[in-house]
C-alpha cells in the first residue's frame, strides 16, 4: 500500500484545513487507518483512528476541532482540522494498519504498517 498525504499548508490560528490521504496499491477497506502528528523535537503523536466499519477515535487535544473519515471508494482518508491552535503545528503523517484494533493498539505507531510521507501543517498566532 503506497500512501500519499496531502493538503498541509499555512493557516492563522482559529482557521481550518482539510489533510487527505490517498491510497493506491491495496483497497483501503481492508486496513484502519490513523494521523499521526510530529512537532519539532518531539515524538510522534497519535490524533485520531478510524477502523475499516467507520469507528473513531481521538487525542484529547483534538476531539472536537478533528474529525477523521473515509471513502473506501476512493481510497482517500480525509482529516478535517478546525479551530486550529498554534500547538497544532507539526508534520502530519497518514498510517494504515492490518492489525489495528480500536481502543487497543490504534493510537501506537507500532500498529501500523505503512506510513504517508507527510504534510506540513502551520498554525500562526
Known amino acids: 500500500v503506497q500512501l500519499q498525504a496531502s493538503g498541509g499548508g499555512l493557516v492563522q490560528a482559529g482557521g481550518s484545513l482539510r489533510l487527505s490521504c490517498a491510497a493506491s496499491?491495496?483497497?483501503?477497506?481492508?486496513?484502519?487507518m490513523g494521523w499521526f502528528r510530529q512537532a519539532p523535537g518531539k515524538e510522534r503523536e497519535f490524533v485520531a483512528d478510524?477502523?475499516?466499519?467507520?469507528?473513531?477515535h481521538y487525542a484529547d487535544s483534538v476531539k472536537g476541532r478533528f474529525t477523521i473519515s473515509r471513502d473506501n471508494a476512493k481510497s482517500t482518508v480525509y482529516l478535517q482540522m478546525n479551530s486550529l491552535k498554534p500547538e497544532d503545528t507539526a508534520v502530519y503523517y497518514c498510517?494504515?494498519?492490518?492489525?489495528?484494533?480500536?481502543?487497543?493498539?490504534?493510537?501506537?505507531?507500532?500498529?501500523?504498517?505503512?506510513w504517508g510521507q507527510g504534510t506540513q501543517v502551520t498554525v500562526s498566532s
Open positions: 498510517a494504515a494498519g492490518s492489525l489495528v484494533v480500536p481502543g487497543t493498539n490504534a493510537g501506537k505507531v507500532q500498529a501500523y504498517d505503512y
Open positions: 496499491g491495496r483497497a483501503l477497506s481492508s486496513y484502519a
Open positions: 478510524i477502523s475499516w466499519s467507520g469507528t473513531t
